[in-house]
């Protein structure tokens, strides 16, 4: 016998107290924490309750009775079902306001550190920034329609997006000719993801496949980039099986990002790990070689290097720079970015940053200072087994405050630094992302 639905309480008046990291409202009701969408600190709200739980419970607002000043109308059609933004109703600068608190919060409460300077906080345009993206899509067989889009909020279904306000608008704005585009496919079901690739000057489309498409699918696809000036890459399996199926040998056609305070143009593949934000990118390389302050005649070491997105701007300026990466791939294209634009005064290594970094050919090279860009995981390993002897300088930059935070304890109650500065970097407006940047030196 299935078990019986539990019935959710009637809707309920609460007032918001605070917001939670994923921008939440937490409001406290008869004495238990919810936590309800779509709801700003400050705001009298009511409210249906969409779960519960033993600890705490989460809704949805109904009506907002008392409204923040903060409150701003949502741009998107589809805020409050779209999983991909969850701050649209907030202003932009209170936005990057609560995501500056909540990185000063987890160095205090989680690495015990302060810093001494705390930074002003990093941003560029809020809509239509968005260059990277994995767009899902489903054939809804019933209905006879293709959905193309993210994910909804709490939910594995597809949001049926028309449009998107932070992709960029090469794509943004005509994600329903996506849809339109699949349900003329012979293999419409069999098409689970559309990658999103933009450049400087070129945007691409990886369809990734699970079928054989035929002649008329292919001739479709090729009609489309030739119409709407794309790239269309396919994808049969892993990374390795990408290829371009428009246009046909045009090597000339390739994605790149240019970085022209540095004279330096970065090459990348649809696929390649690539800020998503790209005027952000600009600004936060900026803002990383002026804390770093390389010279002349220093060593730098860049690990978690990538494409060399650091490395190549901080070659221009530094005697030396050593980039470390851990996947092979992207460690090639660094090089061949480097040979591009005709950079000899940085070398680069594949290395599993999270093994044994001593057994490394440049761990013991000796180093002036040191750039930090992990991913979401952090980089305890680098920051517990730092090379020695110690670089006068570090800055770390950070997809996660959490990470940072911690990896931020470790360097200054083990490893004798100060946290000199730090600061929030808005790469991701409308989400609960938040970047930052610190800055360390040798303790006083």
Not at 49 to 72: A, M
Not at 213 to 220: A, K
Not at 360 to 377: N, V
Request: hydrophobic share 40%.
């Amino acid at each position: 016998m299935s078990k019986r639905r539990k019935k959710l309480p009637e809707p309920r008046i609460a007032h918001i107290d605070d917001m939670a990291h994923d921008g939440r409202g937490i409001a406290h009701v008869e004495g238990k924490t919810v936590f309800i969408h779509r709801a700003l600190p400050g705001e009298e709200v009511r409210f249906r309750y969409c779960r519960t739980c033993g600890k705490f419970d989460e809704g949805d607002v109904l009506e907002v009775i008392k409204p923040s000043p903060q409150r701003v109308e949502p741009r998107c059609a589809h805020f409050g079902i779209c999983g991909g933004c969850s701050l649209q109703h907030l202003a932009p600068e209170a936005q990057i306001a609560a995501k500056q608190q909540r990185l000063l919060d987890n160095l205090r409460n989680i690495g015990r550190v302060e810093p001494d300077t705390v930074l002003p906080p990093l941003t560029a345009g809020s809509w239509g920034y968005r260059r990277k993206a994995r767009l899902g899509v489903k054939y809804m067989r019933r209905d006879r329609v293709v959905r193309v889009g993210f994910r909804e909020r709490s939910s594995s279904f597809l949001t049926n997006l028309r449009r998107c306000e932070v992709l960029h608008p090469r794509i943004g704005e005509h994600v329903d000719e996506l849809s339109a585009l699949v349900g003329r496919l012979s293999i419409k079901d069999q098409i689970p993801q559309i990658e999103v690739a933009v450049g400087d000057d070129h945007a691409a489309l990886v369809f990734r496949h699970l079928a054989d498409l035929s002649e008329d699918d292919l001739t479709l696809l090729r009609d489309y980039g030739r119409e709407r000036g794309l790239l269309i890459f396919l994808q049969s399996g892993g990374p390795k099986t990408i290829t371009r199926l428009w246009p046909e040998g045009e090597e000339g056609s390739v994605l790149s990002y240019r970085l022209a305070d540095y004279d330096v143009e970065m090459q990348f593949r649809p696929t390649d790990f690539t800020q998503v934000n790209a005027e952000l990118n600009r600004k936060m390389i900026d803002r990383a070689i002026a804390l770093l302050d390389p010279q002349p005649g220093e060593r730098i070491l860049d690990l978690f290097c990538g494409l060399g997105n650091f490395s190549l701007p901080l070659a221009r300026q530094a005697g030396r720079v050593v980039g470390v990466e851990g996947e092979a791939a992207l460690v090639a294209r660094a090089r061949d970015n480097a040979a591009r634009n005709g950079i000899d005064n940085v070398e680069f290594h594949a290395a599993d940053l999270n093994g044994d970094l001593a057994a490394e050919p440049w761990y013991g090279e000796g180093f002036d200072k040191l750039l930090l860009d992990p991913p979401r995981s952090g980089a305890p390993v680098v920051v517990a087994n730092l090379p020695r002897p110690l670089a006068r300088r570090i800055v770390y930059v950070s997809c996660d405050p959490a990470t940072l935070a911690r990896d931020a304890g470790i360097l200054v109650h083990e490893q004798g630094y100060r946290l000199v500065s730090a600061g929030a970097m808005d790469m991701f407006p409308h989400t609960g992302h938040v970047e930052s940047i610190a800055l360390f030196e040798p303790g006083r």
